[in-house]
C-alpha cells in the first residue's frame, strides 16, 4: 500500500516526502549470545531481578531508611540490547515502577539528571576520547514516558523511569554519510513507526501547552517550523534550547521536568476528554469508543485552540477508528508489526531525547557546547523510543537497528571497561556535589558471561 493512502498522511506536510532520514543505515550489533537476555531474566518478579547480571551499581537516593525500603533507588546498568558500543543505562528499580519525571522524588530526578551530566563531562575528557576512541562521535540522551500501554509494543517497553545514556563513535555514524528520503521508503508501517502521523499536530500541541513553563532556567521553547524539519534543519517535535549541559546539573532542570510532564499530562487528559468523553486510562487490550463526530468538534471548540490547530485534530478524528473488541482480541494474537500499525498507545506518550548536535573532539568537546537542545517528540502509533530514533549528524531522523549480529569479545571487553570507567567518574562527581540523600553501593566488575557483573 503507498504511504500516500494512508488515511494519516495528510496530517503531516507535503514537503516532508523530501526530508533526509536515514531508516536503514545504522545498525548495531548485539551482545555475544552467551549474555543475551534468558528466559528468567525476562519474567523476573522485579526490574532489580531482570537485571542482576547487568548491575554496575545500586544507588540509593532517599534520606531515610523508611522511604529507601520503599524503592528510591536507581540503578546503572549495562543495556540488554546495546544502541551502541558504549552506551549504559540509568533506571529507577524500585518495585511499583515508577514510570514518568513527576512520578520519582526530587532526589531521584536530580540524581538521574545529574548522571546525564556527567556523561557529557565523561566522554568530553581528553584521556577518555584517547583511551576509546572517541573523536568525531556523537552523544544523546534519552528519556521516554508512556505509563498506560499495558497491552502492546510500548515506546517505553520498560515501565521504571530510566534515562538512556548513548555514545556514538565516528566509526558506527559512518554509514550516515548517505542519507535516504522519506520518499525513498513505500512501506506505511515503516513509515508509521520512524514519522509517527502525530509529528507535527503533536508539536504544535506541545508547544501550547508547555508555552507558560516557568522562567528562569535559560531554557527557550523555540517557534514550531515544520519546513525546517522537512528540510533537515532540525529534528521532529517540539524543541528547547537549553544555555549548555550545566544546567542538567541544577535543581532548575529537574523541576523544568517534572512540570513539563504535568503540562503534557493535562493536555492529553483534555484531548481524550474531548475525543471519547473519558479521562481515564483505557483498561489493558481496550480503547475508549470515539464520540460522534458533531460532539467531537464541539469539544475541540471549547478547548479554545488556534484554528489550524482544531483543523487537523478533527482530521485526526477522522482518520481514527474504534476498537472494538472483536478486534482488539485479533491483535493480541496477531505479529507485533500488525499491533504497532493497527493500535494507538495511551497517552501522554512521548520521548525525550538531549544532544549538541556537534561532533566531540578533544579541542571542542561536547562539554563546552553553548547550547544543547531537549527534543520533545509525541507518539501515537510508533513504539520506537527516543534512544532508537535521534538525530545524528545533521539528519532529523535515524532509525538504530539493534542486534545486527554480535560484537565481538575484545568489542564487548571494551564496552565494559567504558563502561566501569564511567561509573567510577559518575560517583565521584555525584559525591563531590554532596547530597546527603544519596548513598552509593559498590561498583561491581565484569566477569564472564555467565556472571556478568558481580
Not at 347 to 362: D, E, K, V
Amino acid at each position: 500500500m503507498p504511504a500516500a493512502r494512508d488515511r494519516f498522511a495528510a496530517l503531516l506536510p507535503a514537503a516532508c516526502a523530501a526530508m533526509p532520514v536515514a531508516w536503514q543505515r545504522l545498525q548495531i550489533p548485539g551482545p555475544p549470545p552467551a549474555f543475551a537476555l534468558s528466559t528468567a531474566e525476562r519474567d523476573a518478579p522485579t526490574a532489580l531481578a531482570g537485571f542482576a547480571r547487568r548491575t554496575i551499581q545500586l544507588i540509593d537516593c532517599a534520606a531515610d531508611a523508611r522511604r529507601a525500603s520503599q524503592g528510591e533507588r536507581l540503578a546503572l546498568v549495562d543495556k540488554a540490547m546495546p544502541h551502541a558500543l558504549f552506551d549504559l543505562m540509568l533506571t529507577e528499580v524500585s518495585p511499583q515502577p515508577r514510570s514518568t519525571p513527576a512520578a520519582v522524588t526530587p532526589d531521584t530526578g536530580r540524581l538521574l539528571w545529574q548522571t546525564g551530566h556527567n556523561f557529557v563531562r565523561f566522554v568530553s575528557e581528553p584521556e577518555v576520547q584517547r583511551r576509546f576512541g572517541l573523536t568525531d562521535g556523537e552523544l544523546h540522551l534519552a528519556v521516554n514516558c508512556d505509563p498506560y500501554t499495558h497491552d502492546r509494543e510500548s515506546v517505553q517497553a520498560a515501565k521504571q523511569f530510566h534515562l538512556h545514556l548513548i555514545y556514538w563513535r565516528a566509526a558506527e555514524l559512518a554509514p550516515l554519510a548517505r542519507p535516504e528520503r522519506l520518499s525513498d521508503h513505500l512501506d506505511p508501517r515503516l513509515r508509521r513507526q520512524c514519522l509517527d502521523p502525530i509529528t507535527f499536530l503533536g508539536a504544535a500541541l506541545i508547544e501550547l501547552a508547555i508555552a507558560d513553563l516557568p522562567a528562569g532556567t535559560g531554557a527557550h521553547l523555540l517557534p514550531a517550523d515544520p519546513a525546517a524539519i522537512c528540510a533537515g534543519q532540525r529534528p521532529p517535535g517540539a524543541l528547547l534550547r537549553l544555555p549548555g549541559w550545566g544546567l542538567l546539573a541544577t535543581p532548575a532542570f529537574e523541576r523544568l521536568l517534572r512540570q513539563l510532564h504535568r503540562c503534557l499530562e493535562r493536555g492529553a487528559q483534555r484531548l481524550l476528554v474531548a475525543f471519547t468523553g473519558d479521562p481515564r486510562p483505557p483498561a489493558p487490550w481496550q480503547r475508549h469508543r470515539l464520540l460522534p463526530r458533531p460532539e467531537i468538534t464541539a469539544r475541540l471548540a471549547d478547548l479554545g485552540l488556534p484554528a489550524p490547530l482544531r483543523a487537523g485534530l478533527e482530521h485526526l478524528a477522522g482518520a481514527l477508528g474504534d476498537l472494538g473488541p472483536r478486534t482488539a482480541a485479533r491483535l493480541r494474537h496477531a505479529p507485533a508489526a500488525v499491533r504497532m500499525h493497527c493500535m494507538t498507545l495511551n497517552q501522554p506518550c512521548y520521548s525525550l531525547g538531549l544532544s549538541a548536535h556537534i561532533a566531540n573532539r578533544i579541542d571542542t568537546p561536547l562539554a563546552q557546547a553553548s547550547a544543547a537542545w531537549l527534543m520533545i517528540q509525541p507518539r501515537l502509533f510508533s513504539g520506537i523510543g527516543g534512544a532508537g530514533l535521534p538525530a545524528l549528524r545533521g539528519l532529523p531522523s535515524v532509525r538504530v537497528q539493534r542486534g545486527a549480529g554480535h560484537f565481538s569479545a575484545p568489542d564487548w571487553q571494551r564496552r565494559a571497561a567504558f563502561q566501569h570507567a564511567f561509573a567510577a567518574y559518575n560517583q565521584a562527581a555525584l559525591q563531590a556535589a554532596g547530597s546527603a540523600a544519596w548513598r552509593f553501593g559498590p561498583l561491581a566488575c565484569r566477569h564472564d558471561h555467565r556472571r556478568g557483573w558481580a
